[in-house]
């Protein structure tokens, strides 16, 4: 890993891109960015909460005041729900919908006072099944990376009826 972080605040988050703009005098602005949440920095899917620090954005124009962050949108609302926004993060709480290394982005928007500005959060699920090894005739439990066993399929069984099955050469022809 680069040695990132005197530069980044946020290296340990993965990603955090504060957009170029115009210098602001301190105290009469605020700036975010886009920060991404590499599996690995994440939670699992199945009702896991987790937290994304704001710690890059700079919110020193707020002074205090009153905070509003709110989701603009939210890519995948069945697999991630947000919780809550505060000055200093924002609490996600995953949804048994959500698939290891799914990648979900949210949109938020966070101000005081009169001023504002928008942020992209992307979030990857982490995969708790990962260096998991379960023996023969299991697999991983996606929520919580227990071997289970693998449930046996049913026999098919077709029964014809003239009008909507025909018994070709070539195998079963659905009408």
């Not at 896991?48 to 710690?55: I, N, P, S, T």
Request: net charge negative.
């Amino acid at each position: 890993m680069l040695n990132n972080h005197i530069n980044n605040p946020c290296w340990c988050l993965g990603t955090c891109t504060t957009p170029i703009t115009p210098v602001c005098s301190k105290g009469h602005c605020i700036r975010l960015g886009n920060i991404l949440v590499r599996p690995e920095d994440s939670v699992g899917p199945c009702g896991k909460v987790g937290r994304v620090d704001f710690k890059c954005f700079d919110l020193t124009g707020c002074c205090g005041q009153e905070f509003n962050g709110v989701v603009i949108h939210n890519t995948n609302p069945e697999k991630l729900t947000v919780n809550s926004i505060t000055k200093d993060y924002l609490e996600f709480t995953t949804t048994s919908e959500a698939n290891p290394l799914d990648k979900i982005t949210l949109t938020i928007k966070i101000s005081c006072c009169s001023l504002a500005d928008y942020a992209q959060i992307t979030i990857f699920i982490k995969d708790l099944c990962d260096c998991i090894t379960c023996p023969t005739g299991f697999t991983c439990n996606k929520c919580d990376k227990e071997c289970i066993a693998i449930q046996e399929i049913g026999e098919l069984i077709l029964t014809q009826d003239p009008e909507y099955i025909a018994i070709t050469d070539s195998g079963i022809k659905l009408n």
